[in-house]
């Protein structure tokens, strides 16, 4: 982080798991105080961050929404995709940066962790050596999941593995045969697959689905009784840990 006199600084904001209650007390201070706040979103939808703070964003706030030029409309390793999303980053850094120049600070809102697989972060290393930039972390989805199924989630040496469900079906049952207790992010539309990886693995009977962890919608149930062949947003697979224990 860099102190830049007369400049405003960069907040990148963790909301936590998507109750406002589960937020730190930093950030609810820093987000009460917020003159500027930006959050990305799907072009016409509200954005999940922005719902998250509903009700909470001090008046005449000035709110700019950053909106992808495309999220699973194109397969996400097409030469194509990674030329848009690059240019949508660094089209939000030009917005970001101009704002700080006037001396503003902005506040960015991340759902999670600004540091875990979120899209703040590739405004971060764009921008860390050039703006005043602080992170205020925060509980993550998959704290809220393995919480919610009311397991905890590692014993003693158990080795936890994050997986992200875009990886491919083999690939995914070879790192769940290894480890103890699995997180698999990004569930999705790939929820058969990664199903179908944890069959291949003789995980399925031990693993749980866990949707919307914390809010209003939340929803846990033995990924074997569930018959969907996709699944929320706000989705997470776990596998809990059996590891050693007095």
């Not at 209650?21 to 922005?50: Q, T």
């Not at 700080?100 to 899209?119: A, I, K």
Request: proline fraction near 6%; glycine fraction near 8%; hydrophobic fraction near 40%.
């Amino acid at each position: 982080m860099k102190s830049l006199v007369g400049r405003g600084t960069l907040y990148g904001l963790g909301l936590g798991p998507g109750d406002p209650d589960l937020m730190s007390v930093r950030a609810d201070r820093l987000l009460r105080a917020a003159r500027h706040v930006a959050f990305f979103r799907k072009a016409g939808r509200p954005g999940h961050a922005r719902q998250i703070v509903s009700g909470l964003l001090a008046e005449g706030v000035r709110e700019h929404p950053l909106e992808y030029p495309v999220t699973t409309e194109i397969p996400f390793d097409s030469p194509n995709y990674k030329s848009l999303l690059a240019d949508f980053y660094a089209d939000c850094c030009d917005r970001l940066r101009s704002l700080t120049e006037t001396g503003e600070d902005v506040v960015v809102l991340c759902e999670g962790d600004p540091f875990f697989y979120g899209s703040f972060m590739h405004l971060y290393m764009r921008l860390k050596d050039s703006l005043s930039i602080q992170v205020v972390p925060a509980i993550t989805g998959m704290s809220a999941a393995w919480t919610a199924t009311g397991i905890p989630m590692t014993w003693g040496d158990d080795v936890m593995t994050v997986l992200p469900g875009t990886l491919p079906e083999s690939e995914l049952a070879q790192h769940m045969t290894k480890s103890d207790a699995l997180v698999v992010m990004k569930v999705g539309r790939n929820l058969p697959r990664v199903r179908r990886a944890l069959a291949a693995a003789s995980r399925l009977d031990a693993a749980w689905l866990v949707e919307n962890a914390s809010m209003t919608e939340q929803r846990v149930v033995k990924l074997s009784e569930a018959e969907q062949q996709s699944a929320p947003y706000f989705s997470i697979v776990l596998v809990h840990g059996e590891g050693r224990r007095p």
